[in-house]
């Protein structure tokens, strides 16, 4: 369990359509995995529940921490008005990130929307894999950190379902004609549940393995309620305790 940590806000901006990027200066020498995310108090004396929000970076020796959080609703909204130098508490690290076995050296990244910003932890921590990465956006206004994603892949593919940049489409497609001519060793992804569901049908054939962080409404986000509980193939399971990480193929869609 994660323990809290009260800081300062250093920046807290928007970077693409709705979606948000606070650095907090966080704590030196946390045992973070990617995959793992903080729970945020919101200042607000109507909203009493802290918000879970995924980690995209964090640096060790510094101990400034990342968030990027996309505005869904009055939590976030008003986490959008915290400003630089303001206090902000945060329980982190919490939840089982991704497993980074050291044979892996072959990895897809799959992200779809506000699902993309933990997996760029994983080339941070791990920058001497191999990284062919396919992200996936609704529209080009929603698409952050690119260039960043893009200089740290050997291969970098972008879909929008508009067609607004890069691929027409899902991000399946490309990931797909990917895997046919080269396979790789894991892929690990995180997005919304239809996205995770169609790169289950789209693997399934190649017996590849794979790792996803699902994104369930969380309540506690300490696995003190059962807000977030998560459909396996050997039950019910709490995502903010047992998860956010499932395997692909131990979940149930």
Do not use: W
Request: a positive charge; aromatic letters at 10%.
């Amino acid at each position: 369990m994660g323990r809290e940590i009260v800081s300062k806000i250093i920046y807290n901006r928007e970077i693409a359509g709705e979606i948000f990027e606070i650095r907090v200066a966080g704590e030196k020498d946390l045992s973070f995995v990617p995959g793992q995310f903080g729970n945020i108090k919101i200042d607000s004396k109507e909203l009493l529940l802290r918000r879970p929000i995924s980690i995209n970076a964090y640096d060790k020796k510094s101990g400034e921490m990342v968030f990027l959080y996309k505005v869904v609703g009055k939590g976030t909204r008003k986490l959008t008005e915290a400003k630089t130098g303001d206090d902000i508490s945060i329980l982190a690290p919490l939840g089982n990130g991704f497993n980074v076995l050291e044979n892996y050296m072959n990895i897809c990244l799959v992200g779809g929307g506000i699902g993309c910003a933990p997996l760029e932890s994983i080339m941070d921590k791990y920058p001497e894999k191999s990284y062919r990465t396919f992200l996936g956006f609704d529209t080009k206004k929603s698409i952050y950190h690119k260039s960043d994603f893009e200089r740290k892949s050997d291969k970098f593919f972008i879909t929008t379902e508009d067609g607004s940049l890069g691929e027409k489409g899902f991000v399946t497609e490309p990931l797909k004609k990917q895997i046919e001519t080269d396979p790789p060793d894991v892929v690990y992804a995180c997005g919304p549940t239809p996205m995770l569901k169609a790169l289950k049908n789209t693997i399934y054939p190649y017996e590849i393995k794979a790792f996803v962080s699902v994104e369930e409404r969380m309540g506690c986000g300490i696995g003190g309620c059962a807000v977030c509980v998560c459909k396996t193939t050997t039950g019910y399971k709490k995502a903010c305790v047992v998860g956010p990480v499932f395997e692909l193929d131990k979940v149930v869609f």
